[in-house]
C-alpha cells in the first residue's frame, strides 16, 4: 500500500476553493435529499421493463383496433350471400378462388355464405363491451361498498347475512335463470352479471380494508380526528390499487367466459357474439372441411382472455410500490 503524502498544492487549488465553512441550520437540517418519487411514473417504468409486456400490450393493441376499429369501417352483411350455395362452408382457400384474396375471407366461409374473419370480430365487439360494461359496474360498486363495509360494524352485520344467503346461490345458475325471465339482450345479460356480482368483489376488499385500517398510521390519522372518508380514500385505497388492477384482470375475461358458456348452451344473448357463433358452428365441428367455422371464434376468445388477463395481472405486479425498489 503507498503511505506517501499527497501534496495539496499539486493540485493548483486554493484554500479557499478546497475548503469552506458549512453553516448550521436547523430547516436545512430536516430537509431529505432524495430523488423524487412519481407512483404513475414508477409503475409504468416497472411495467415496461419487462419486453415481455410490450409484447402482450402490441398483441392487445391489434385486438382492440380489430375488435372496435375494424368493425366501424367494414360494411358487413351476415346475409348477403344466403341464396347462394356455392359460398357457404368454404375453407380459406376455397373463399379465396371464389371471391378473391381479401382479408374478408381470411377464415373462410360460415353457414350463411358469410366471411368468418368478419363475423368473428362483429362477435367480439359485443362479447368484449359486455366484459368492459360489466367490470365497471361490478368494481366501481364492489371498490366503494368493500371500503364502507370495512369500517362499519353495522353493515359489516347487514352484509355478512346478505352474503350468507346470496352466496350459497349457484352464480352461474342464477345468470342463466335472469336470463330466461327478462328477454335475452345485451343490457339484460349487463343486469345478470352485475346484479351480484359486485358482492364478492366487495366481501374481497372487506377483508383487505380490514387488515389496512388498523395499521398505526391509519390510527394515528384517527387519533388525530382525520375523518374515515379521507382516510379511506388517502390512506387505503391508493394502497390497493394493485389489488384493484389485479382484480380487474381476473373480472374481464370471467365475464367473457360466462357469455361464451351461456350462449353455447343456448342461454346468452340474441346477439351474434362469441358464444353465439361457437353454439352455432358446433356442429361444424365433426364436418371435414369446416372446422375454421369453429375453432376460429374459440381461438378468438382464448386470445382475447389470456391477452386481458396477462397484461392486467403483469400491471398489478407493477402497481404494486413493492416493486419499485
Excluded at 25 to 39: D, F, G, H, Q
Amino acid at each position: 500500500m503507498d503511505n506517501e503524502l499527497f501534496d495539496l498544492k499539486e493540485t493548483g487549488m486554493t484554500d479557499e476553493e478546497m475548503f469552506s465553512f458549512v453553516d448550521h441550520s436547523v430547516l436545512e437540517s430536516e430537509k431529505i435529499t432524495a430523488p423524487r418519487y412519481s407512483y404513475w411514473r414508477s409503475v409504468f417504468r416497472v411495467f415496461f421493463r419487462n419486453k415481455f409486456n410490450i409484447i402482450i400490450l402490441s398483441i392487445l393493441a391489434v385486438v382492440l383496433i380489430l375488435t372496435y376499429v375494424y368493425p366501424a369501417l367494414v360494411d358487413y352483411d351476415p346475409f348477403a350471400n344466403l341464396m347462394d350455395s356455392a359460398a357457404k362452408h368454404l375453407t380459406p382457400a376455397a373463399a379465396f378462388a371464389k371471391f378473391g384474396k381479401s382479408i374478408h375471407w381470411l377464415l373462410g366461409s360460415g353457414a350463411s355464405g358469410q366471411p368468418t374473419f368478419d363475423a368473428v370480430w362483429f362477435g367480439a365487439r359485443i362479447s368484449l363491451s359486455l366484459a368492459l360494461v360489466c367490470a365497471a359496474i361490478n368494481m366501481t360498486i364492489g371498490v366503494l361498498i368493500g371500503a364502507v363495509w370495512g369500517f362499519s360494524k353495522k353493515v359489516d352485520l347487514f352484509m355478512q347475512e346478505v352474503v350468507n344467503i346470496i352466496g350459497n346461490i349457484p352464480y352461474t345458475l342464477l345468470i342463466a335463470v335472469l336470463v330466461l325471465v327478462l328477454s335475452p339482450s345485451f343490457w339484460t345479460m349487463v343486469f345478470a352479471l352485475t346484479v351480484t356480482g359486485w358482492l364478492f368483489i366487495a366481501y374481497f376488499f372487506r377483508t383487505q380494508v380490514i387488515i389496512i385500517r388498523d395499521r398505526e398510521y391509519n390510527l394515528a390519522s384517527r387519533c388525530l380526528g382525520t375523518p374515515i372518508t379521507r382516510i379511506a380514500t388517502k390512506n387505503i385505497l391508493p394502497f390497493m390499487t394493485s389489488l384493484i388492477v389485479t382484480q380487474i384482470a381476473i373480472e374481464i375475461p370471467s365475464y367473457i367466459s360466462y357469455e361464451v358458456f351461456l350462449a353455447y348452451i343456448g342461454m346468452g344473448i340474441s346477439d351474434m357474439s362469441l358464444g353465439r357463433l361457437i353454439g352455432a358452428a358446433q356442429s361444424a365441428m365433426l364436418t371435414p372441411g369446416w372446422g375454421f367455422e369453429f375453432w376460429s371464434p374459440v381461438i378468438v376468445s382464448a386470445i382475447v382472455t389470456i391477452v386481458l388477463y396477462v397484461a392486467g395481472q403483469n400491471l398489478g405486479d407493477a402497481s404494486d410500490p413493492r416493486t419499485h425498489m
